[in-house]
């Protein structure tokens, strides 16, 4: 099999948000996609997809063995879906059904779902199983981590064993290992003749997967080689301020900090003997966490270790199954704030940002002048305060949420992966604003990230869960992949 894409070009409003000349896919070949947020690489794989909004036009075309698809018409990939050609979303509890159990909502996917549905939950309760969520298969996705729900996701994507298959920043959200078992994944589709287009703003992802990799910028494929050349002795300036972008580069007063000294500081908040189970699955237990003023601490664990619900339990915005914890009179009147992997659910969707402020410095008594210097000094325009959240990037109102959380002047700040939807040269802004807010406030920071070198730039200490890998990690590359994506 072979895909060859040809003079493709997106636009709305006469703005050109994707132009790309000529690309040919062989089977067993990894194309990887890497740029900023914005450069047109999502938008080009719906494109392949024939998912794009109806407002977007599109224009160019798509031959899969021989047979050439005109990509103006939306509907002629509708019947290659989930056999010939199969999109692993972006967003993944977006993507699933609410009111569905993950087995029933993969095994829809299998291609004996209507002549056989006991054979096709057969198959789903093996593939989830190989995913390390053979636990999880009568599970809502509400019920799943950021990470496991990506796994479903995938799941769902590959089970009809298509033989194309484009992965929209499928790492996003999964700790180290979990990425490793995901590129093992991606490998083995190639390994079994498939052809795999990755989106990512994974470096390290590009990396494993190898093959041919592409940088995107401003609708335009600007570099494209082999990883091992563009991922290493890049040509393009963009490319090597890309490469810059990784935590491992920050060259910040800041960043890597190493280990700090036995903290002297106050305490701020104290855990003691904090356990906590769901479904009876224990996360941790007898657990005790001093967090003392000015300390930099990083949560770190795979997916559905528990660090967010240790943090909330910090927090104490969820109770503890047995255990206490105790806050300092600082934190008292606003001066603990958190900070969401999604900043979409800190805001009210249909109240502009404005108001959204206004509320809070109404309730507190802040002044104006304290949002105009927090607004100029993360760098951005006074007029974003006019829209809605959801007309922002996700940079931009992660940043409005930092500006949020840093008007009360806190003491503490629960960052909970508040970088992982952003890209490389994103993340690296918005860290940078955060820690100068951090550093010149002296307020402690408490981080959730899987991201061991963002760990290692901005914390003092870490704090690790879950350290035990799943039995499955290990059994799963034995497995051929027939057995893995259609059994």
């Known amino acids: ?112 779902f209507t002549s056989d549905k006991g054979s096709a939950r057969q198959s789903a309760r093996t593939l989830l199983g190989s995913l390390g969520l053979g636990y999880a298969t009568r599970a809502y996705p509400h019920t799943l981590s950021g990470g496991m729900a990506q796994r479903v996701a995938f799941a769902a994507s590959t089970i009809g064993n298509a033989q194309v298959l484009i992965a929209d920043e499928p790492s996003k959200g999964l700790d180290v290992a979990a990425r490793g078992e995901l590129a093992a994944l991606l490998q083995r589709h190639l390994d079994g003749g498939g052809i795999l287009l990755t989106i990512t703003h994974d470096l390290d992802l590009a990396r494993e997967l190898g093959g041919t990799v592409l940088v995107m910028k401003d609708a335009h494929v600007i570099e494209q080689g082999p990883a091992g050349e563009v991922l290493t002795e890049p040509a393009h300036p963009y490319t090597r301020q890309l490469l810059g972008a990784e935590p491992v580069n920050w060259n910040y007063y800041w960043a890597h900090s190493g280990s ?76 603990l704030q958190k900070l969401y992997q999604d900043p979409t659910v800190a805001f009210a969707p249909r109240a502009a940002l404005k108001d959204s402020f206004g509320d809070v410095m109404r309730r507190h008594r802040l002044g104006r002048d304290r949002l105009d210097e927090l607004m100029a000094s993360l760098r951005l325009a006074p007029g974003l305060l006019e829209r809605m959240p959801g007309q922002v990037s996700g940079g931009e ?62 914390a003092h200490r870490r704090i690790q869960l879950g350290t035990k890998q799943p039995p499955h990690m290990g059994d799963m590359r034995r497995l051929p992949v027939s057995t893995l994506l259609t059994r």
């Open 1 to 112: 099999m072979s895909m060859r894409l040809s003079h493709l070009a997106v636009s709305a409003g006469g703005t050109t948000l994707v132009d790309v000349e000529n690309l040919h896919f062989e089977r067993g070949q990894a194309v990887t996609i890497v740029g900023e947020s914005g450069s047109g690489k999502s938008l080009l794989a719906h494109a392949i997809m024939g998912t794009l909004p109806g407002s977007l036009t599109l224009q160019g075309s798509l031959a899969v063995d021989g047979t050439t698809c005109d990509l103006a018409e939306r509907t002629n990939r509708r019947a290659l879906w989930g056999r010939v050609m199969s999109l692993l979303p972006q967003e993944p509890v977006l993507s699933l059904d609410p009111t569905m159990r993950v087995q029933e909502q993969v095994a829809e996917g299998a291609r004996s």
């Open 260 to 335: 700090a000294a036995e903290p002297s500081g106050q305490p701020l908040i104290s855990g003691e003997g904090l356990s906590k189970s769901y479904g009876g699955q224990r996360l941790f237990s007898d657990l005790s966490v001093t967090v003392r003023q000015g300390e930099r601490i990083a949560l770190r664990g795979p997916s559905g270790s528990g660090k967010t619900t240790l943090g909330n339990i910090l927090l104490r915005l969820l109770p503890p199954d047995s255990g206490r914890v105790r806050h300092a009179d600082v934190l008292d009147g606003g001066r």
């Open 397 to 458: 109102l992660q940043r409005l949420a930092i500006i949020r959380a840093m008007l009360l002047r806190p003491a503490l700040v629960f960052a909970d992966e508040p970088t992982s939807r952003l890209d490389l040269i994103t993340q690296q802004e918005t860290m940078s604003c955060l820690m100068d807010q951090v550093d010149s406030q002296g307020c402690a920071l408490m981080l959730v990230t899987h991201d061991q070198s963002l760990a290692d730039a901005v």
